[in-house]
T-cell receptor, first 118, second 111 residues
Framework: DTGVSQDPRHKITKRGQNVTFRCDPI?????LYWYRQTLGQGPEFLTY????????KSRLLSDRFSAERPKGSFSTLEIQRTEQGDSAMYLC????????????????FGSGTRLTVV | RKEVEQDPGPFNVPEGATVAFNCTYS??????FFWYRQDCRKEPKLLMS???SGNEDGRFTAQLNRASQYISLLIRDSKLSDSATYLC????????????FGRGTSLIVHP
């Protein structure tokens, strides 16, 4: 298992374009999380899946943001009509409900996708 | 009041120094606590869990004070390689297991 993979690593887009990011979690992890991180801040929670069910999406930043996990494996995060304020690092993490607390529930982050909107 | 508050620093210390960070949280339903380390332009990685009785992992000691709603991280004998941002994290009870991160405290260890 190679950990959590995110693609692309970097994305530069023009304002108004749509972008989609992909996250492949650790294969045995049933939970998947998306975060956004801007410079000097900690990761900010966006949304969360357990298997294919999106259990929390109220913290998606606007209706331009949406996420899917159609088969309970990989997930995509889409931002429509990008704005300069969307420039940030988008992090994906996965965990397993069966992992113990002392291992941090197995939360593992991917390397992130750095989005620059010009 | 923010859910998690951390002094962003930077804490600038010489090698060999002892340094401590605190993190306060406002959600009394917080159940699990962790410290993560994040190197520049890298993803956060789990450093250690935090238990009510306090716990050590080598040069690192973590403590939890539920009455005052804060956790702490103590680093002894600082190394240059300890330079990083340290993020405090809590997970609330209720089954969602969504980690909430502080903004992080920057540590710079110099020769």
């Amino acid at each position: 298992d190679t950990g959590v993979s995110q693609d692309p690593r970097h994305k530069i887009t023009k304002r108004g374009q749509n972008v989609t990011f992909r996250c492949d979690p650790i294969s045995e992890h049933n939970r998947l999380y998306w975060y956004r991180q801007t410079l000097g801040q900690g990761p900010e929670f966006l949304t969360y899946f357990q298997n294919e069910a999106q259990l929390e999406k109220s913290r998606l930043l606007s209706d331009r943001f949406s996420a899917e996990r159609p088969k309970g494996s990989f997930s995509t995060l889409e931002i429509q009509r990008t704005e300069q304020g969307d420039s940030a690092m988008y992090l994906c993490a996965s965990s397993s409900s069966s992992r113990p607390r002392d291992r941090g529930y197995g939360y593992t982050f991917g390397s992130g996708t750095r989005l620059t909107v010009v | 009041r923010k859910e998690v508050e951390q002094d962003p620093g930077p804490f600038n210390v010489p090698e060999g120094a002892t340094v401590a960070f605190n993190c306060t949280y406002s959600n009394s339903a917080s159940q699990s606590f962790f410290w993560y380390r994040q190197d520049c332009r890298k993803e956060p990685k789990l450093l250690m869990s935090v238990y009510s009785s306090g716990n050590e992992d080598g040069r690192f000691t973590a403590q939890l004070n539920r009455a005052s709603q804060y956790i702490s991280l103590l680093i002894r004998d600082s190394k240059l390689s300890d330079s990083a941002t340290y993020l405090c994290v809590f997970v609330s009870s209720g089954g969602s297991y969504i980690p909430t991160f502080g903004r992080g405290t920057s540590l710079i260890v110099h020769p």
